[in-house]
């Protein structure tokens, strides 16, 4: 086992993964709060430790632009951006999935402006929930280090050849100074094979991709997509096992704590979830059976191991650090509702709107919610009953 | 069995990420569907001079072996462009439900 710890910012941690994952191609736009990522990574390539093309594009919409067409030709493509320029480049977001190009990217998770805001949430990554990239979210330094590596295992694995991207924090992840395990380079090649893409453009054999599809093939196209997207969880599954027998640290779609006997849990997506561990704590040492259920795989939605995870469960807190405005609340919280509508024993699930643009959510808040949850038990709690929670009235 | 109709395969038959393996296969697309007029040709008034040949804008006409250019139907969208630049008139578009 490796002990190769370093204390440094998981952005640049971030960006020695993507450099020693041989990348070949590195389309990107500064923004915060992803820029030291990317600035890593440019010099980086300056400084000849990595044969790679870092392409200062003049837009988001260029860098995801020029990221098709490098993953097109089969070499190792990686860009990253944060909110407005998750926006920007958006509309081909949607294209790559469909091309099947095996694209990674890191999101630094930022707020949607307006107001005009630098600082965390996810309504940037949940604007495109529905693109069809898969999606994973990291709790630590140690997280977004191992997904890189799996990011482009997965996504370059012939059976899915889908686009990935990796969720991290900003700021509260990306700015932070942790300890992390850095993997030996024999253990990243034997863990990351060479890119061979299903598809490829050229001279030799030529292939026209992202040719228009007329409605009387569309249809069969987006199912294609779907059973693409869906079929992927078999080689996720095997990617995590394969990184845990390397690594130690074996990562599930759905991962618990101190969830098995727990009647309440708390669902999280993020970094947030290693404060609400503290909560749990807690509320345990009061006497209260109360656990924390975090999902790590995103899209394609973990199903079942979600419903398996929180079968006994009788109330769920779910943490959303989105709205959907006019709408259900929250999008994960909708998601939850969703994944266990028809189930026998439905638990109630409430949902707290929390966190957003950066705003701290502490230990406190938690058990707070879990309070308030505790006040609802036995009342009628509907999808629009969410509370955004700590707003000033 | 029947012969499957390759322009409709399943979603199981698309070559993934919906690649076009074979090059120039656009050739196969039948725009002649898109026509509500056809253009006719009155070889009493044509004078050969391939005028309309020259303004097709989908190359959709061709010269016959009595020297004659006549549209491929195959291809012919019906645009009336032949008629209209046709110095003799020689071209009439036709309704295609007669």
């Known amino acids: ?393 | 069995m029947p012969k499957k109709n390759i322009e409709e395969p399943t979603w199981r038959e698309l070559p993934v990420g919906c690649v076009i393996s074979e090059p120039g296969n656009a050739c196969r697309y039948k725009t002649g569907d898109w026509r509500s007029m056809r253009p006719v040709v009155d070889k009493e008034k044509c004078i050969q001079c391939g005028v309309c040949y020259l303004f097709c804008p989908d190359m959709a006409i061709y010269k016959n072996d009595e020297g004659f250019f006549v549209a491929d139907l195959y291809y012919c969208k019906g645009c009336g462009i032949c008629a209209m630049e046709c110095f003799t008139g020689c071209i009439s578009m036709i309704p295609e439900e007669e």
């Open chain 1, 1 to 393: 086992m490796s002990t190769n710890r370093k204390g440094i910012e998981v952005s640049i941690g971030a960006a020695d993964a993507v450099a020693m994952a041989d990348v070949d191609v590195i389309a990107a736009y500064p923004i915060t709060p992803q820029t030291h990522i990317v600035e890593h990574l440019s010099e980086i390539v300056a400084r000849g430790d990595l044969d790679a093309e870092f392409i200062p594009v003049e837009s988001e919409h260029s860098a995801m632009s020029v990221c098709c067409g490098s993953s097109a030709v089969g070499a190792r493509t990686f860009t990253c951006t944060s909110a407005q320029g998750l926006a920007l480049m958006n509309e081909i977001v949607f294209i790559a999935p469909c091309m099947r190009l095996p694209i990674v990217m890191i999101l630094a998770n930022r707020s949607l402006s307006g107001p005009l805001s630098i600082w965390n949430d996810h309504s940037d990554v949940m604007s495109i929930r529905d693109c069809g990239w898969i999606q994973v979210f990291t709790e630590n330094g140690q997280d977004v280090f191992d997904h890189v590596f799996f990011a482009f295992r997965v996504a370059e694995s012939r059976q899915v050849s889908l686009p990935v991207i990796v969720n991290v924090d900003g700021f509260i992840l990306t700015h932070m100074i942790e300890a992390i395990e850095y993997w030996e380079p024999e253990m990243v090649r034997r863990y990351l094979p060479e890119f061979n893409p299903v598809n490829r453009l050229h001279p030799d054999k030529p292939v026209t991709m992202g040719a228009f599809g007329m409605p009387g093939i569309f249809t069969e196209a987006k199912k294609a997509q779907n059973e693409a997207l869906l079929s992927s969880k078999v080689e996720i599954l095997n990617a995590w096992k394969e990184m845990g027998d390397i690594t130690g640290r074996y990562y599930q779609p759905v991962e618990s704590y101190q969830a098995d006997d727990a009647d309440t849990v708390f669902l999280t997506m993020g970094s947030l979830s290693e404060t609400v561990s503290i909560a749990v704590d807690r509320l345990r040492d009061q006497g209260k059976k109360v656990g924390q259920v975090k999902l790590r795989l995103w899209r394609p939605f973990p199903f079942e191991e979600f419903r398996q995870a929180v079968k006994h469960v009788k109330k769920i807190i779910v943490l959303d650090r989105a709205l959907s405005f006019g709408g259900p609340g929250g999008p994960v919280a909708s998601e939850i509702r969703a994944a266990l509508y028809g189930e026998d024993n439905m638990p109630l699930i409430t949902n707290f709107v929390a966190g957003l643009a950066g705003r701290d959510v502490t230990v406190n808040d938690y058990m707070a919610m879990a309070e308030k949850t505790e006040q609802l038990a036995g009342s009628k709690v509907r999808q629009d009953d969410y509370i955004i929670y700590g707003v000033r009235e």
